[in-house]
């Protein structure tokens, strides 16, 4: 691992009020540095939330994170979105493509809110897409494209602007075998890219061969690194 990209330290996440006060998260000390790191638990363990609190969507109720040397503590919601739009790429379960828009210009649009235009930007998006094997479908509506391709544009969208750290929740869970693997292939490509950090949010241990590291959480608990290589197949580099 490389030096670290995403910190998070003692951090805790109330959520609701009252009698349906429940603690998400409690005590997380996290580092991400390059390569893949899987997040799994089951449902309800604080996955997501984790994954949003350490992309800048959600502030800890307690505890620090920093992000690419960013500290999101006190910041207010314009600054946590800079510090999304310069250092962050998400990657969504069920795509979030907008319909009227095609493939290029829903990649593009990541470079648009950055302010990055014209012919620059254009020639970006189609180096990006020909990146994620979809040059050929510039001009596809989503509804035009498969599943697994609607996934690469989403992956596209997310590292057109060359974010330090990629957070990917469930990016396979819609997708069958097949392209479930191809779009995890796809992230730990972009994992080995130099001082890149991708965090996949999965339930699916058969995910693990992409791994550098895979950690889990239950209960809102990060486990001990040993107990949560007891609780997955396999780790890329073991037997």
Known sequence: MTESLIQAR????????????????????????????????????GKTTLLSILGGMLTPSEGTVQICGRSTD?????????????????????????PTLTAAENVQLALDVRGERGAMARARTREVMTKVDLAHKCDAFP??????????????????????????DEPTAALDGANGQAIMALLAAIAREPDRAVLVVTHDARLTGFADQVLRIEDG???????????????????
């Open 10 to 45: 003692n951090v805790g996440k109330t959520l609701g009020h009252g009698a349906g006060r429940v603690q998400a998260l409690k005590h997380i000390d996290l580092s991400l540095g390059g390569g893949l790191t899987l997040l799994m638990g089951p449902s309800g363990s």
């Open 221 to 239: 608990t990060l486990l001990p690194e040993a107990a949560a290589s007891s609780n997955v197949y396999r780790i890329r580099g073991s037997a």
């Open 143 to 168: 509804r035009q494209l498969s599943g697994g391709e609607q996934q690469r544009v989403a992956t596209a969208r997310a590292i057109v602007a060359e974010p330090a750290a990629i957070l990917a």
């Open 74 to 98: 006190g910041a207010d919601a314009e600054t946590l979105a800079e510090i999304r739009r310069r250092h962050i790429g998400f990657v969504f379960q069920t795509f979030h493509l907008f």
